[in-house]
């Protein structure tokens, strides 16, 4: 039996960040949450233990891209999932430096989606 994905959301809104580590839980993940870019960068920098990282892009102190690219400079690999209700115009490329599975998805996010995002980001690096 394989363990569970461990999963780094950065989520600034609180109420988004409860239904969503709620649901992910449900779904057999162990979620580390964290209220925003800078708050996951700490908890990585601490040791925090991590397969896949799922941020929101616009966050107060430390946005999304930022965190994907500061984590991605110690882990090139990194699979992540971005959620944002603001894509950006020149799309996944903005966000996309080519070193590890991305996706895309814009809010509101059905729950469904999102593990199935998080499970084939994951399960392309294995």
Do not use: C, N, Y
């Amino acid at each position: 039996m394989t363990p569970p994905l461990r999963v780094l959301m950065a989520e600034d809104e609180w109420l988004a960040a409860e239904v969503l580590e709620e649901g992910l839980a449900e779904a057999g993940f162990v979620v580390l949450a964290a209220a925003d870019g800078q708050a996951a960068l700490e908890l990585a920098a601490a040791g925090a233990t991590f397969d896949v990282l799922l941020t929101d892009l616009r966050m107060p102190r430390l946005d999304g891209r930022e965190l994907i690219f500061r984590l991605r400079a110690e882990r090139p690999a990194l699979p992540v999932v971005v959620m944002t209700g603001f894509p950006p115009p020149e799309g996944i490329s903005h966000l996309h430096d080519g070193s590890g599975p991305l996706r895309l998805l814009t809010k509101p996010i059905d729950i469904s989606r999102l593990v199935a995002a998080i499970e084939a980001v994951a399960s392309s690096i294995s």
